[in-house]
């Protein structure tokens, strides 16, 4: 999955401040995903997004923000309102608007608080 | 909206024993349901992924079974191998009616000794 990258690999966050984390992706893919991966847990989603201009909130969206200006870039905002930012965040990209097509992932943001 | 529920949490088998992992869904209409291999810090990786068209499918050692009447599917590796130590998750989707987003189960840690 080399053509998704997200950077930085480790960030760090002080109180009260906003942090974006980048989602990158050369692979053509229409569908964008940002999942919140906790210690010793699953994948939860936050935001997606199926086209450029759109996006939809996921399970655990309140604290967060993204936006898809371009079509291979969906960054997330983790605002100072999501008080336990502290987690692993996972982007995910796939192809296509049908059904059932693999989502691949980056490498991953490892987000703390300072 | 989708539940996947995941057993066991947990798995330790002897090297070239076989090791089962089995997931439950809620919701009927969820229709692709991927399996992914995540080891330490890295990224999950796709290993195999079935639709709900089929009732098995195979790749060298990795096998996914399907009952969708009973809504579970399960993971089988034969022949373990230490490299096979890492955190499985599954996952269920709606498909494109539902913006194509995944539900993860919540991970079962597999450890292969040699």
């Known amino acids: 999955d080399g053509g998704i990258t997200q950077s930085p690999k480790y960030l760090f966050r002080k109180e009260g401040q906003n942090v974006t984390l980048s989602c990158e992706q050369n692979?053509?893919?229409?569908?964008m995903y940002w999942y919140r991966q906790d210690p010793g847990q699953g994948l939860r989603l936050i935001y997606y997004s199926q086209i450029v201009n759109d996006f939809q909130k996921g399970d655990i969206a309140e604290g967060y923000s993204v936006s898809r200006e371009k079509k291979e870039s969906f960054p997330l905002t983790v605002t100072s309102a999501q008080k336990n930012p502290t987690a692993f965040y996972l982007c995910?990209?796939?192809?296509?608007?049908?059904?059932?097509?693999?989502?691949?992932f980056g490498d991953g943001t490892r987000l703390s608080i300072l | 909206g989708e539940n996947v529920e995941q057993h066991p949490s947990t798995l330790s088998v002897q090297e070239g024993d076989s090791a089962v992992i089995k997931c439950t869904y809620s919701d009927s209409a969820s229709n692709y349901f991927p399996w992914y291999k995540q080891e330490l810090g890295k990224r999950p990786q796709l290993i195999i992924d079935i639709r709900s068209n089929v009732g098995e499918k195979k790749d060298q050692r990795i096998a996914v079974t399907l009952n969708k009447t009973a809504k579970h599917f399960s993971l089988h590796i034969t022949e373990t191998q230490p490299e096979d130590s890492a955190v499985y998750f599954c996952a269920a989707s709606r498909g494109q009616a539902a913006g194509n987003k995944l539900t993860f189960g919540g991970g079962t840690r597999v450890l292969v000794k040699p």
């Open positions: 692979l053509n893919h229409d569908a």
């Open positions: 995910a990209s796939r192809t296509g608007q049908g059904s059932n097509h693999p989502q691949h």
